[in-house]
């Protein structure tokens, strides 16, 4: 299984720590209002609003704070300024490739930031383009079994325009073109199916597999990436045994 389907799994469950929360609304809303920013700040035509939105009811956002971020984008609040979207690329202990989206209005406290973190737990922080090639952009819908027919709900979602399922733990993962995320998630929940997150995710082309001592360090390198308040998302091309899976998780 590829370390960023594992991450994802270790984060459902250790949960969010509601000392972190609002830490986690913050990101949200960051989407939430750049989303607005770039299209129509309406999501029934905005379908990464509609996403965005989505995922911040999932991590149940209150709706007023969701409201807020919205009219923040269209200037009708006097919260934040001007947000942008960059992407860092960089190496992790044993080589592990990482992805970073980043969210902010301060572009070089940021690239400080996530630089001192690659430093510090034995990374390096590369050029543009030094491993987003290793990585490809796909839609992500996570499905709950719950002593469900896996192989009926993986039918029902390669009809709806899936590329592909796969089966761990319990939970299946769909994945699809970019652009057909929100049309498999509608036709999916049309059908009585409980889909527990959608989004989009860049998962890696091909993995590596690193020893218990290195492949910890890539964990807690990106832990640590995660905590800063400027980081949406991280991604890694470690591929993640379930024994490393236990000791983070533990």
């Known amino acids: 299984m590829a370390g960023h389907s594992k991450w994802a799994q270790i984060k459902r469950q ?4 509601d000392v972190r929360r609002g830490q986690l609304f913050t990101k949200l809303g960051r989407e939430i209002t750049v989303a607005a920013r770039q299209g129509v ?3 029934e035509v905005n379908v990464r609003l509609r996403l965005a939105i989505q995922r911040a009811r999932e991590h149940n956002m209150p709706q007023e704070t969701i409201e807020r971020a919205i009219k923040r984008a269209i200037g009708a609040t006097e919260e934040g300024g001007h947000l942008e ?18 969210m902010t209005d301060n572009r070089n406290r940021t690239a400080a930031e996530v630089r001192n973190v690659f430093n510090r737990h034995g990374g390096t922080l590369g050029e543009a383009g030094s491993v987003a090639w290793m990585f490809k952009q796909r ?5 709950p079994l719950n002593g469900g027919n896996a192989e009926e709900i993986t039918l029902q979602a390669i009809d709806a325009g899936a590329d592909d399922v796969q089966e761990d733990d319990g939970v299946l993962e769909v994945y699809t073109e970019p652009a057909a995320l929100d049309e498999v998630r509608r036709a999916l929940e049309q059908q ?5 997150s959608a989004e989009l995710t860049y998962v890696p082309i091909s993995t590596i597999t690193l020893d218990d001592t290195k492949a910890l360090q890539v964990m807690r390198l990106i832990e640590r990436l995660e905590e800063l308040d400027d980081v949406q998302k991280v ?3 470690l591929e993640i045994t379930e024994q490393l899976v236990e000791q983070v998780a533990s």
């Open 192 to 196: 009585g199916v409980k889909i527990s």
């Open 235 to 237: 991604h890694t091309n």
């Open 14 to 17: 250790k949960s969010m720590m």
């Open 139 to 143: 839609g992500l819908i996570t499905i």
């Open 85 to 102: 979207e960059i992407m860092y690329e960089g190496y992790g202990p044993g080589g592990a490739a990482i992805l970073v989206e980043a």
């Open 41 to 43: 700040p309406d999501p």
